[in-house]
């Protein structure tokens, strides 16, 4: 019987749990006694270079990866799963690369924001979701409203950002806040409809 392969993705906004799934379900994997590689963007070092971590500490060993060709050298007709957290930083190279994992036979399992702070499509997000086997979109808190919080609300100096806001601020206090549709703010933003 032919090994067919899986790409899960998990999605949504910051705090929604997107790592702590991850984990679990690479937690699932260990338990059976699969051969799991992880792998992270080296951009995100929040906490440990070689880990992947949940907003609640837990925590997963992997591979920091400067680009997503070098996934290629750790995977092996061994391996059973491939894991991902942060994928919406990785080059546009990482979705054809997990689409050759799945080839392979291999569960590929994605973790990534599906929006930047601006509402819009993520990166490279959109093209995994439309190869994706399934996909799961997970919800936060909005800390305004206490409604299901699907946006991702980014904070400089104290006030919602603007839509031309550079991604990296140099000497800005920067901080991320889980909103609803309704509270999330992106000031100077236009509309196609308004
Ligand atoms: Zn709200």
Request: charge should be neutral; aromatic fraction near 10%.
């Amino acid at each position: 019987m032919n090994k067919v392969g899986s790409i899960e993705v998990i999605t949504g906004p910051m705090f929604a749990g997107k790592t702590e799934e991850l984990i679990r379900r690479v937690k699932r994997l260990e338990y059976a006694h699969k051969n799991v590689v992880l792998f992270k963007p080296q951009i995100d070092d929040r906490y440990e270079k070689s880990y992947i971590v949940s907003h609640n500490q837990k925590k997963a060993l992997c591979v920091s990866l400067k680009t997503s060709q070098e996934m290629l050298n750790y995977v092996n007709e061994e391996t059973d799963a491939v894991v991902i957290d942060e994928f919406q930083f990785l080059d546009e190279d990482a979705v054809d690369i997990a689409v050759y994992f799945k080839r392979k036979g291999k569960r590929v399992i994605v973790s990534g924001l599906d929006r930047d702070f601006r509402g819009e499509p993520f990166n490279n997000m959109p093209n995994i979701f439309a190869y994706a086997d399934t996909i799961l979109k997970l919800t936060a808190i909005c800390v305004c409203c206490g409604n299901d919080a699907t946006c991702t609300q980014r904070i400089i100096n104290g006030r919602p950002a603007n839509y031309n806001d550079p991604q990296i601020l140099v000497g800005a206090s920067e901080t991320y806040e889980a909103r609803c549709a309704a509270c999330h703010t992106v000031v100077g933003k236009k509309y196609k409809y308004e």
